[in-house]
């Protein structure tokens, strides 16, 4: 799917008719005038779309045009006895007017371009009724009705100029939202060599992207990856791991370097037991540091916690069960050894780096394999990565979350299907996959109400608007 870019529109409706009087093209110059200085008002393009003489254009509005509507801003109706006796042109104010009741952020910015004369215009009912209900609501417009188009009249572009100001101030909090969102968030997975980097990015992306090997190195080379979704990018290196020998260390550390120096909105340094802080992990550190990374954009992935060990109340040493639902260890033994060994790396890692200000929520026990806390730790790099960027991200995770819940989908298929197993035994699976969907969706919603916070907070330390407001803009943009 593609990326989408965010940008502000505005679509003109208007009767082909009055374009063609005398053949000057008069709406389409007119069209062009108010882009340019929009242009020159705003610091960046503000298309408005005119429909293509080519394009298919019959009685019932077709669902390009509905779609260029949906994705407008502002609507520039053309004013003329010809535009409401169109059929086109009646039905696109009609919708443009209904779309405007669900929402603040669209408005219709009139241009009177000929004059509609009781005594002379052979309107019909209901062109009359239409232009009456138009004339009631409040609008924004321009009256081109003694002027002609001629960009060497000074009275035309002073009007023109006032008009394309106006659409300019409406669309302010917009633009400026834009402005931020159009950045692409990155993350950067990186930490000791076989933790589970790839392995990470292979079950985020839902697929296998990156080279998984046991007991060799795996990654020899950064690779990019673009988790991608309707609402945007978000980047994914996944690199080779440190701990490795001296010389290709080296060669690691440079990678690191480039890609720091590009700029991350997040890192992820995976870890693993049995050592709270091993080499590997505490090079990455150690490298992070060294190129004034914010620590504070840095998450630790606790990886491979089954190769943790505890004492159980018989004094026999275990080993945590493999996590193989998204419930992750439910067990509260095993829960303990789990905080106690990120108790144990905390320690470490203020012992190696005193003063740095690591926090121990920086640490998030994770499955790289089940996807088991992805949300958390995920929800941790949302907070510190730049707000802008977290929409992107909320839509490249939520397309994680879709796979995920159709990973499960597919289990719970199969079990249905399996008949092998007892009617009981086929029961309790299906609970148990049922109730792992669910709390996939009340992560899902949790994470969401985040990225909304952030973004609402960002949103109004940029522009002075009340939370309603942004909520609207937010609910029409993403
Ligand atoms: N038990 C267990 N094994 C894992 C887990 N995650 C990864 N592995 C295994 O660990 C090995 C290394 O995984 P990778 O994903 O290649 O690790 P990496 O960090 O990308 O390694 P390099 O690219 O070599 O630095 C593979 O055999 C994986 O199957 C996990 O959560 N639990
Ligand atoms: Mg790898």
Known sequence: MESKEY???????????????????????????????????????????????????GQILSDEIKRQMQESSFFIPIITPNYFMSQPCREEFEYYMESLKSTECRRIFPIYFADIDDNVAALDN????????????????????????????????????????????????????????????????????GVGKTTTVNTLFGKKLGHVEGGRRGTT????????????NVIIYDVPGLGDSKEIDKQTKKIYSEIIKLGVGGIIVVIVPPRPAAFGTLETVKLLISKNVDIRKIV????????????????????????DSLFGPVDEKEKKA???????????????????????????????????????MFETIAKVIPPNAAIKLKKAVDKAHNELVEK???????????????????????????????KLNEERETFTNLIYDTVIEFIGSVIDLSVKKIKNWINKWF
């Open 300 to 323: 630790f992935g606790y990886n491979k916690l089954s190769y943790l060990r505890y004492d159980d109340d018989d004094g026999e040493n275990k080993k945590i069960a493999d996590i």
């Open 7 to 57: 940008q502000v529109k505005g679509f003109l409706s208007y009767s082909t008719q009055d374009d063609e009087f005398f053949n000057r093209k008069d709406i389409t110059r007119l069209k062009q005038n108010i882009e340019n200085y929009m242009r020159r008002l705003s610091g960046i393009d503000i298309p408005v779309f005119q429909y293509a003489e080519n394009m298919k254009y």
């Open 126 to 193: 209901e062109a009359i009724n239409l232009y009456n209900r138009y004339r009631e609501t409040q609008l924004y417009y321009c009256d081109l009705r003694k002027l002609q188009i001629d960009e060497t009249n000074s009275d035309y572009i002073k009007t023109i100029e006032s008009f394309s100001k106006n659409i300019c101030k409406f669309l302010h909090p917009l633009l400026q939202i834009i402005k931020h969102v159009n950045e692409e968030p990155s993350i950067l997975i990186c930490g000791a060599t």
């Open 408 to 438: 499960q989908e597919k289990k719970r298929k199969s079990v249905e299907e399996d008949i092998t197993i007892t009617d009981e035994k086929k029961e309790q699976k299906i609970i148990k996959i049922n109730t792992e969907i669910q």
């Open 338 to 376: 789990i905080d106690d060994a990120k108790d144990m790396f905390f320690q470490d890692l203020n012992a190696y780096f005193p003063d740095k200000g690591f926090k121990k929520e920086q640490i998030i026990e994770y499955d790289s394999i089940s996807g088991w806390n992805f949300y958390k």
């Open 221 to 232: 080379q950064l690779h990019q990856h673009t988790l991608m979704s309707e609402g945007g």
